[in-house]
């Protein structure tokens, strides 16, 4: 069973670049794709990102595109969310979930609520 | 495109509920639609994928649809249960963006 582990809650301050995991076990293929979801508080879901694990492409959507970076260690079957910079409005909960090669996402993380506070 | 869904659904218990998710712009049937299940404090899970199918341990009280008269795809959930109560939301794809729905709350009288 495929399992995706995700980081602990971070609270940061503007301006700040804080990083966070998402670490996929049991996976049987050595490539496949995770992606990014953003949950503001009280509102829906909104794809941010994905990146491949094997061939290590990534794509943003255009909305935060410049904003975060993804990034992945296939070592450790992890991919990583890290922010240029972080706004207020940064504030939410980030999922991590796999894609399948029909693109839906058939693995969730819990997630991970990151706080922007000064 | 955008994916533009109604804010809230409710019915009882034992009733049948349809909610729909309407493309903005190029065809529903271009690229499949997706259907999660969000419960309160909890990540989503995946109901349908390619319009249709139910991912194992879907209950097949879930069903999808899509209507390219309409260009809108539809959940129905049958024999509905309080534990039904829940935020669906919708999701395709296009050009390597993946767009989600704004969601429907559905509420289990």
């Known amino acids: 069973e495929v399992q995706l582990v995700q980081s602990g809650a971070v609270v940061r301050k503007p301006g700040q670049s804080p990083k966070i995991s998402c670490k996929a076990s049991g996976h049987t293929l050595s490539d496949f794709w995770v992606a990014w979801v953003r949950q503001m508080a009280g509102k829906g879901l909104e794809y941010m990102g994905i990146i491949s694990l094997g061939a290590a492409d990534t794509r943003y959507s255009p909305s935060f595109q410049g904003q975060v970076t993804i990034s992945a260690d296939r070592t450790i079957r992890t991919s990583y969310l890290q922010w240029t910079s972080l706004k207020a409005s940064d504030s939410a909960i980030y999922y991590c979930a796999t894609m399948t090669g029909a693109g839906w996402f058939d693995t969730w993380g819990r997630g991970t609520q990151v706080t922007v506070s000064s | 495109f955008m994916l533009t869904q109604p804010h809230s659904v409710s019915e009882s218990p034992g009733k049948t509920v349809t909610i729909s998710c309407t493309r903005s712009?190029?065809?529903?049937?271009?690229?499949?639609v997706q259907w999660y299940q969000q419960r309160p404090d909890s990540a989503p899970t995946a109901l349908i994928f390619?319009?249709?199918?139910?991912p194992s341990g879907v209950p097949n009280r879930f069903s999808g649809s899509v209507d390219s008269s309409s260009n809108s795809a539809s959940l129905t959930i049958s024999g509905l249960e309080t534990e039904d109560e829940a935020d669906y939301y919708c999701q395709s794809f296009d050009d390597n963006n993946h767009i989600f729905g704004g969601g429907t709350k559905l509420t289990v009288l």
């Open positions: 712009s190029g065809s529903i049937a271009s690229n499949s």
């Open positions: 390619e319009d249709s199918q139910r």
